[in-house]
C-alpha cells in the first residue's frame, strides 16, 4: 500500500489559517500529519494538505472561507474513531478537527437538555451529567474516546440503541457552519422546528452538508433500575433464534447483544477474560432497565425465550461487579482480537432480525470459503450485524479475499431486505456498494440534498453518494478515485 | 392528463381549502399512476393538492395555482406484515384506525397517534400529525424506517429500508415528514411497531388551579406506565380535568397507579377516553381559532396561564409540552405575541385554523426567514415545477412570519 505524500502547501493559504488558529494549531509539517491519514478505516490512508483546530464557531467558519478563497476543499473531523473513512481528506483539503471545540456550554437538568460542542467526548457528557440522575443515551462502542460531532454525522448507535435509538433520536438543534462559510442554527430546543426537519437531515449526513459547531442534545433519566442476564449457548444460531424469541415476547431490552465462539476464545485468552465457559458456542447478553416492579416479569420472559431454544445456563449479574464482567465479553470483544490478526476489518451490515439465523450461517460460509477468520460480535437485537473479519493487509492476496468476502456478505445482508451499514456509515468505505441498496433515483434524491447545501461538494467531497460514472455502470465493485485500494 | 374516473368530470365531494376549491381530483389505485400524474401535471406546471383523509387540509398557508387534487386514498392496504419483526409495508392511503387494529390482532400497537378517525398513514407522515401518546410513542418519523415516494418530476424513488437501524445514505425520511407533501407524495411506507401493552387503564381527575398545581401534574407524565396525560381547561365553561392513561404490564400499571392514587382522587373511565380526547383535537370549533404551541416543559404552565388569560381553552399534553388552544381572539396580533412568546421559551406556535381574513396576514407555521433560502432551494430541486401543494407550505410576501 502507499502512502501519498502531501504535496507542498501553499504558503499563501497556510498563513492564513496560522492567522485563524494560531501556529500552535495548525498543522501542516511533514510528519505533523501523520496521525490525521485516516480514521478507524486504515485501509486508505492520505495525508491532508493541513490540519487545523479551531476553537469557536467563527474560526471554523474563517477556515472554511479560506479554503474557499483557495479553492481547497476541506473534511470535518472528530476524534477520527469512523470506522467508514467519513473523515479521510485528500491530498488537497484542509482536515478541520473540533477537539479543541470540547466544552459542555450548559445543562439544563428541568428540560433534560444540554448544549455542547462537537469535540465533547460522547461518555464525558454523560459524567458530566450523572450527578442529576441523567444520561446521554447514545453509547457507541468508541464512547470513551469518540465526540458528539463525530456521533452526528455518523448518527452513531451502540448496544442500547434498540431501546434508546441512535443519535438522531437525541438531538434537538443544531449550530452549523455552512459549505459557504455562513453560519446558521437549525431546529429548537423542544426539538420541532418550523419548516423542515433540517436537523434531521442533518444527523448521519457525515459531514457532507456542514460542519457541526453546537449541539443541543436530549439527556435521559438515568434508569431506576437495571438487570443483566448471559445466556450461554451452543452456537450463535440458536442464540440468534431466541432473540427473535424475546422480540415477538414483547419486551423490549435496553441492550440484545451477542458475542460468538471465536470472539469469546479471543476474549477468554486476553485481559479483558470474563470467565465465560470454554463450551460456549455464542453468549447472548441481555440488558432490561426502567421500572423495578416491571422486570422480574421481564426477566421471565427472557429465560423461557432462551430455554426453549436450548441454552446452556443463564447467569443474571447479582451486582454491578458482575454486571461489568458480563459487559467485558462485549466491549472487550475489538481489543482481544488484536490477539488473532494484525489487521481487523469491522462490518456492519442489517437485516431483518428474523433473518438472523440464515445469514449468520451465510456469512460463516463466505468466509470459510475465503479462507479468512472471522468472528462476530454484534448488537443482535436491532438485526445490526458485525462481522469482524482478522487478517493482515501486507498479505495482498488476503486482503483481496477480505474485501470480495465483504462484498459478498452486503450483497447476502440486502439480498434479505437489509442494508450496508446501521452505525458506521458510508463514508468511502461503502459509497460503491449503495447500489446494492439503491437505485438511480433514489441516489438522485440525496444528490438533491446534499447539493442544497453543498453544491460543488467542497464540503468532505466523495463521501456517501457514488459518482455519477458509478451510477451508470451501476457496478457495485466498480470503485471510485478515492476508495478503499484492493492490494 | 391521464384518464381517470374522477378526473372526466367535477367531484362529488370538491375538497374546500384555504385559497381554493378544488373540483377536478384524480384518484389513483396503484403508486405507477401517481407518477403518470404527477408527470403530465408537471409537463403542464399544473398545481396538485395532494390529500390522503382531508384531516388537515385547513392546517397550512393558502394555496397558489392548484388546478387539481389528487386523493390517495385508492392507495389502500397492507401489503406487508412481520409480526415477528414487529415491522410493516402499507400503502399511504391506508387509514389509521385500520393499521391499528390489524397489528393489535398480533400484539403490536402502531405508534402513530394522529386526531381525527379519517387520518391516513400518509397525512399522518406529511403532516408530521402526533397525539397525546406522543410521549410514549416519540415523533412520526421515529417510526418510519423507510418511504416510498413520487417527486415533483413524476419519478418514483426510495428512502430507508425495512430495518430498524439504518445510516445507509441520507435519512430523507426526516425530511419528507412534516414537509406537508411538498417535496415529494409519499405513496407507501414500511413502519416499526410498539409491543402492544399488556394493560391499558384510563383515570380523570379534577386538579386545582394556579401553576403550582399545573406543574405537579406535569411531572406525573414522567411515570414509566403514563402513555398519556392531558390536561385540559376552559376558562369560559369553569372546567378543568386531567386525564391520564396507563399503559405497559401489569406490574408497572398497578404500581403507578397506587402512586397516583396516593396523590390524587383518580375516577377509572372508559379504556378509549383518551382516542375521544384527541379526535376532539381534529374538530371544528369552539371558535374560530385552533393552534399548537409547543414550549420546553419548564415553561408550559406559564403558557397555558396565558393562552387562559386570554380566553382560549386548553387540551394539553404537558409530557411533551404540547398546548392546543382553541377559541377567539380579537386581533391577529395577538396570535403573533403568543408565537413570539412560543419562540422565547424555546419552541414554536403553529396557526391550525384561522378565520379566513387572517390567513392573508399570517404565517400559519412561522416558518424561518433565515432559512428561506435553503427551503427555496431545497424545494426547487425535489419539485422543480412546483406543483406539488403549491403556497401550502412556504411564507408568503404578504404574510409576517414574525
Given at each position: 500500500m502507499t502512502i501519498v505524500a502531501s504535496p507542498t502547501p501553499p504558503t499563501a493559504l497556510i498563513d492564513r489559517l496560522v492567522g485563524i488558529v494560531g501556529p500552535a494549531h495548525c498543522l501542516f509539517r511533514e510528519g505533523e500529519l501523520f496521525a490525521y491519514e485516516c480514521d478507524g478505516l486504515t485501509l486508505a490512508p492520505r495525508t491532508p494538505l493541513a490540519v487545523v483546530l479551531p476553537a469557536t464557531t467563527e474560526e471554523v467558519a474563517r477556515i472554511v472561507r479560506a479554503c474557499r478563497d483557495f479553492d481547497r476543499s476541506f473534511v470535518p473531523r472528530g476524534a477520527?474513531?469512523?470506522?467508514?473513512?467519513?473523515?479521510h481528506a485528500t491530498e488537497d483539503s484542509v482536515l478541520i478537527e473540533c477537539s479543541r471545540m470540547n466544552r459542555v456550554l450548559e445543562i439544563d437538568p428541568g428540560n433534560r437538555l444540554a448544549v455542547v460542542q462537537p469535540g465533547v467526548v460522547n461518555a464525558e457528557l454523560s459524567q458530566a451529567v450523572a450527578h442529576l440522575g441523567l444520561f446521554y443515551a447514545?453509547?457507541?462502542?468508541s464512547q470513551q474516546a469518540c465526540t458528539i460531532g463525530g456521533n452526528i454525522a455518523e448518527n452513531s448507535g451502540g448496544p442500547h440503541t434498540l431501546k434508546y435509538g441512535t443519535t438522531t433520536n437525541h438531538i434537538l438543534a443544531l449550530e452549523m457552519v455552512l459549505p459557504d462559510g455562513r453560519i446558521e442554527r437549525f431546529g429548537n430546543r423542544v426539538g420541532e422546528g418550523p419548516g423542515f426537519d433540517w436537523v434531521g437531515a442533518i444527523v448521519g449526513s457525515e459531514g457532507t452538508l456542514g460542519i457541526v459547531t453546537e449541539a443541543c442534545v436530549r439527556l435521559t433519566p438515568i434508569p431506576e433500575g437495571v438487570e443483566t442476564l448471559l445466556a450461554i449457548f451452543d452456537d450463535v444460531v440458536a442464540a440468534c433464534r431466541a432473540v427473535g424469541r424475546v422480540i415477538r415476547s414483547g419486551v423490549v431490552p435496553a441492550a440484545m447483544e451477542i458475542v460468538d465462539r471465536r470472539t469469546i476464545e479471543a476474549v477468554e485468552a486476553s485481559v479483558y477474560a470474563a470467565g465465560l465457559p470454554k463450551s460456549a458456542g455464542a453468549v447472548l447478553i441481555v440488558e432490561l432497565d426502567g421500572n423495578p416492579v416491571c422486570l422480574d416479569g421481564e426477566i421471565r420472559l427472557i429465560h423461557e425465550a432462551c430455554r426453549r431454544e436450548g441454552c446452556q445456563a443463564i447467569e443474571r449479574a447479582r451486582n454491578d461487579e458482575e454486571r461489568t464482567r458480563f459487559w467485558r465479553a462485549r466491549k472487550g470483544a475489538f481489543g482481544a482480537m488484536g490477539r488473532l490478526a494484525p489487521d481487523l476489518y469491522v462490518h456492519d451490515a442489517v437485516v431483518p432480525r428474523v433473518h438472523l439465523p440464515a445469514i449468520l450461517e451465510k456469512i460463516c460460509e463466505i468466509c470459510d470459503r475465503y479462507r479468512l477468520k472471522l468472528a462476530n460480535v454484534f448488537h443482535a437485537g436491532d438485526g445490526n450485524l458485525h462481522p469482524n473479519i482478522c487478517f493482515d493487509k501486507r498479505d495482498p492476496d488476503e486482503l483481496e479475499r477480505v474485501m470480495k468476502a465483504g462484498a459478498e456478505i452486503l450483497e447476502a445482508c440486502v439480498a434479505v431486505g437489509g442494508v450496508i451499514s446501521g452505525e458506521h456509515g458510508i463514508g468511502v468505505e461503502k459509497r460503491d456498494y449503495m447500489h446494492l441498496v439503491f437505485d438511480d433515483s433514489d441516489l438522485e434524491c440525496m444528490t438533491r440534498l446534499r447539493q442544497t447545501f453543498n453544491p460543488d461538494a467542497a464540503c468532505n467531497p466523495g463521501k456517501m453518494i457514488p459518482t455519477p460514472r458509478f451510477c451508470v455502470e451501476a457496478n457495485p465493485r466498480a470503485r471510485g478515485y478515492d476508495a478503499v485500494p484492493i492490494g | 392528463m391521464t384518464e381517470s374516473p374522477a378526473s372526466t368530470?367535477?367531484?362529488?365531494?370538491p375538497v374546500e381549502i384555504p385559497g381554493a376549491v378544488v373540483e377536478r381530483i384524480f384518484e389513483p389505485t396503484r403508486p405507477e399512476e401517481v407518477g403518470r400524474i404527477v408527470r403530465e401535471a408537471a409537463n403542464k406546471g399544473d398545481g396538485l393538492l395532494v390529500f390522503g383523509g382531508r384531516t388537515r387540509l385547513h392546517q397550512a398557508n393558502p394555496a397558489r395555482e392548484i388546478r387539481f387534487g389528487l386523493c390517495l386514498r385508492g392507495l389502500s392496504g397492507i401489503d406487508e406484515f412481520e409480526p415477528e419483526e414487529g415491522v410493516l409495508h402499507v400503502a399511504a392511503g391506508t387509514r389509521i384506525r385500520e393499521v391499528r387494529e390489524a397489528v393489535h390482532a398480533e400484539g403490536w400497537a402502531l405508534p402513530l397517534d394522529p386526531p381525527g378517525p379519517s387520518s391516513t398513514v400518509g397525512g399522518t407522515i406529511a403532516s408530521a400529525a402526533v397525539g397525546p401518546r406522543a410521549q410514549s410513542f416519540g415523533r412520526v418519523a421515529d417510526a418510519i424506517l423507510g418511504l416510498d415516494l413520487v417527486g415533483g418530476d413524476g419519478v418514483a424513488s426510495r428512502c430507508g429500508g425495512r430495518v430498524v437501524k439504518n445510516v445507509t445514505g441520507y435519512d430523507l425520511a426526516k425530511l419528507y415528514c412534516g414537509s406537508f407533501g411538498t417535496l415529494g407524495i409519499v405513496t407507501g411506507a414500511w413502519l416499526r411497531l410498539h409491543p402492544k401493552s399488556a394493560v391499558r387503564r384510563v383515570f380523570v381527575t379534577q386538579p386545582g388551579p394556579g401553576l403550582v398545581e399545573f406543574d405537579r401534574h406535569r411531572r406525573w407524565a414522567g411515570l414509566a406506565s403514563v402513555s398519556a396525560l392531558v390536561w385540559r381547561e376552559d376558562p369560559e365553561a369553569g372546567s378543568r380535568q386531567v386525564t391520564i392513561e396507563l399503559a405497559g404490564s401489569e406490574e408497572g400499571v398497578r404500581h403507578d397507579h397506587a402512586w397516583l392514587s396516593d396523590r390524587a382522587e383518580l375516577v377509572e373511565v372508559e379504556p378509549d377516553e383518551m382516542d375521544r380526547i384527541r379526535d376532539e383535537r381534529a374538530a371544528k370549533g369552539p371558535g374560530p381559532l385552533a393552534l399548537r404551541v409547543r414550549v420546553l416543559g419548564t415553561e408550559c404552565g406559564a403558557m397555558v396561564q396565558r393562552l387562559l388569560d386570554s380566553g382560549l381553552a386548553v387540551s394539553v399534553d404537558p409530557g411533551p409540552g404540547t398546548i392546543h388552544a382553541r377559541g377567539r381572539l380579537a386581533h391577529p396580533e395577538a396570535l403573533l405575541a403568543i408565537r413570539e412568546s412560543a419562540r422565547e421559551s424555546g419552541g414554536l406556535a403553529v396557526f391550525e385554523r384561522l378565520p379566513d381574513t387572517w390567513r392573508r396576514e399570517l404565517d400559519v407555521f412561522g416558518l424561518e426567514s433565515g432559512h428561506a433560502a435553503l427551503h427555496a432551494s431545497l424545494k426547487a430541486r425535489f419539485d422543480p415545477g412546483g406543483i406539488l401543494n403549491p403556497g401550502r407550505f412556504e411564507a408568503g410576501g404578504d404574510r409576517d412570519g414574525v
Open positions: 477520527g474513531t469512523g470506522l467508514s473513512g467519513g473523515a447514545p453509547d457507541p462502542s | 368530470g367535477l367531484h362529488p365531494d
